[in-house]
């Protein structure tokens, strides 16, 4: 049973316009969302993070906004580059331990000049 | 330099022939994990450890074994390999007890092919 739900599956963007990823879960108890970047060739590498507690966390370009009610988060890549170009992976997993990680099954983003 | 080595990082290999994969970290962390990523399903953990001689089942656990002698490492091991087990794998490291949610680290991965 997939927990965490991730669309789309892949997503062309143009440079300078703005990626979006979503993910839904199902599971209340989760109360950390996590999100990964992967290169090809490289492991996963934690890209920003938020807790149910706010709405939104930005970090440079990057923006995850969390819709605790509706059980749903996303990911905004505003000004995409094409170094932005990679997969991306959001997760969801009760705090306090890395007991139970529970993956989307990730977006392959291709930001074209 | 922080890091998460996995070795080898491809192997081909044949049905029945038992292998392991090695990981090791060098940032003292607790909690070491395995996961497979493969097409259209994510990654999935296979098991984890959050310290030496603590180990469990994640969600796909079916025909590996690991253990976790000494805190750095956490061998992956496949003691009759089948083709369903070609999968690209990954180990993860993170602190459990720094406080608050401590990034995972990851290897850059180990390509296996069973044939």
């Known amino acids: 049973q997939q927990q965490v739900k991730q669309s789309p599956q892949s997503l062309i963007v143009q440079k300078g316009g703005i990626s979006i990823i979503n993910c839904a879960y199902e599971?209340?108890?989760?109360?950390?969302f996590p999100w990964y970047q992967q290169f090809p060739g490289k492991g996963p590498a934690l890209l920003i993070a938020?807790?149910?507690?706010?709405s939104e966390k930005k970090e440079g370009r990057f923006t995850i906004s969390f819709n605790k009610s509706a059980k749903q988060f996303s990911l905004h890549i505003m000004d995409s580059q094409p170094g932005d170009s990679a997969t991306y992976f959001c997760?969801?997993?009760?705090?306090?331990?890395?007991?139970?990680?529970?993956f989307g099954t990730g977006t392959k983003l291709q930001v074209i000049p | 330099e922080a890091q998460v080595t996995q070795n080898p990082r491809y192997l081909i290999t044949v049905t029945g022939k038992k292998l392991t994969v090695t990981c090791s970290q060098n940032?003292?962390?607790?909690?070491m994990s395995w996961y497979r990523q493969d097409p259209g399903l994510g990654l999935r953990q296979i098991y984890y450890?959050?310290?030496?001689?603590?180990?469990d089942k994640g969600d796909v656990p079916e025909g590996y074994k690991v253990s976790r002698k000494e805190k750095r490492n956490f061998p992956l091991i496949l003691e009759s390999p089948s083709p369903n087990q070609t999968s690209l794998y990954f180990c993860a490291s993170a602190s459990i007890t720094k406080g608050g949610n401590q990034p995972q680290h990851f290897g850059d991965g180990t390509r296996l092919s069973i044939l």
């Open positions: 997760a969801a997993l009760i705090s306090g331990g890395y007991q139970k990680v529970t």
């Open positions: 940032m003292n962390h607790e909690y």
């Open positions: 450890s959050m310290n030496v001689e603590v180990t």
């Open positions: 938020i807790r149910p507690d706010v």
């Open positions: 599971n209340t108890a989760f109360d950390y």
